[in-house]
């Protein structure tokens, strides 16, 4: 049974290469084109497979169904909490998980520092978007088009002298941070509180969300925070296989 299985599902992957007859099928399976024929049948019964006018068989619009149901459920949240945790008993900083949704990003989880000096940011809240680093993470990831058309509709708050100050700069830095696959918002919205961000991925390649590493300048100045870069890298590169769901480790 598992090796009948294992062929039907053989099957998905050549569909998806374009449509392939029967006998195309066959060679690829190593099998009869009785068998072939037999386990196309089965996959066309459950809608995964559909034949053509001209007898060649395509992926059938149910798989694109279940496949997008299942990106629907998914909660990035859930998935990243345990890496959150883990990060944060490494390194015992403040941990953030933050989301772009309708024109905001807000923060849907966090871990806190096991120092006394705490951060004021909650879940549910949105963040300083012209200077967080999970906000220039998830802004980098949107077309050049999107990012202008942002860009020239925020207002520019000068939290600190470090703040950034118009569009242009704004602009400037989400190309940088796109390029780059980081961000960093050292004294940007508060002069004592430096960040380090990493975006997590879906299996399309896009961000889906952004996790950070925050700490206070009486803790841990930027320098030391930044060499936790690969570590905070590492654990969204984490996340993201789980989220897509492969396990193949991202080359250097």
């Given at each position: 049974?598992?090796?009948?299985?294992?062929?039907?599902?053989?099957?998905?992957?050549?569909?998806?290469?374009?449509?392939?007859?029967?006998?195309?099928?066959?060679e690829r399976l190593g099998v009869h084109k009785s068998t072939?024929?037999?386990?196309l049948r089965t996959l066309h019964e459950h809608g995964l497979v559909y034949r053509q006018e001209d007898q060649r068989y395509r992926l059938g619009t149910r798989l694109f169904a279940?496949?997008?149901?299942?990106?629907?459920?998914?909660?990035?949240r859930e998935i990243a909490h345990p890496h959150l945790?883990?990060?944060n008993d490494r390194c015992g900083h403040t941990?953030?998980?933050?989301?772009?949704?309708?024109?905001?990003?807000?923060?849907?989880?966090?871990?806190?520092s096991r120092y006394p000096v705490r951060?004021?940011?909650?879940?549910?809240?949105?963040?300083?978007?012209?200077?967080?680093?999970?906000?220039?993470l998830l802004l980098a990831d949107l077309t050049e088009p999107e990012r202008r058309s942002i860009a020239e509709k925020l207002d520019y708050p000068m939290y600190t002298s470090r703040?950034?100050?118009?569009?242009?700069?704004?602009?400037?830095?989400?190309a940088v941070v796109r390029e780059q696959g980081w961000a960093t918002d050292l004294g940007g919205?508060?002069?004592?509180?430096?960040?380090?961000?990493?975006?997590i991925r879906g299996a399309d390649g896009r961000v889906v969300a952004a996790m950070s590493v925050s700490a206070p300048n009486v803790v841990v100045t930027a320098e030391e925070l930044l060499t936790l870069l690969p570590l905070v890298r590492r654990t969204a590169e984490t996340i993201s296989r789980e989220y897509s769901g492969t396990n193949r480790p991202k080359k250097a």
């Open positions: 049974m598992s090796q009948t299985v294992d062929r039907a599902l053989s099957i998905l992957p050549l569909l998806a290469q374009g449509p392939a007859d029967l006998g195309q099928v066959a072939a024929l037999r386990l279940l496949a997008q149901e299942a990106v629907e459920n998914l909660d990035v945790v883990a990060l941990v953030h998980l933050a989301v772009y949704e309708e024109q905001e990003v807000l923060y849907i989880d966090k871990v806190e951060m004021y940011s909650r879940i549910g809240k949105p963040v300083a978007i012209t200077v967080a680093a999970v906000a220039k703040s950034t100050p118009d569009a242009a700069a704004f602009l400037k830095e989400l919205h508060e002069e004592s509180i430096n960040c380090i961000g990493a975006p």
